[in-house]
């Protein structure tokens, strides 16, 4: 991965920056698997709707990246 520009002021700010293993999960089961625990995420294509939401307690920011 190539870190944007963001990375580091995150970083800098106190944060952990984590990558997912592989491309966008394109299920509710590989959204929920990968996101468990994370606190914010600056997704891509990740799939949310209200039954993946309901697994992740622990998600408090859903930032949007890119346009569209």
């Given amino acids: ?3 944007g520009p963001y990375v580091a ?3 800098e700010a106190g944060f952990e920056v984590l990558y997912p293993p592989g491309p966008d999960p394109k299920s509710e089961a590989e959204t929920v698997e990968v996101l468990r625990g994370v606190s914010a995420i600056i ?3 990740e ?3 209200d039954r993946v939401l309901d697994q992740l307690p622990d998600l408090r920011v859903i930032a ?3 346009g569209g």
């Fill in 43 to 45: 997704a891509g294509g």
């Fill in 64 to 66: 949007r990246a890119g």
């Fill in 9 to 11: 002021l995150l970083k």
């Fill in 1 to 3: 991965h190539v870190p």
């Fill in 47 to 49: 799939y949310f709707n």
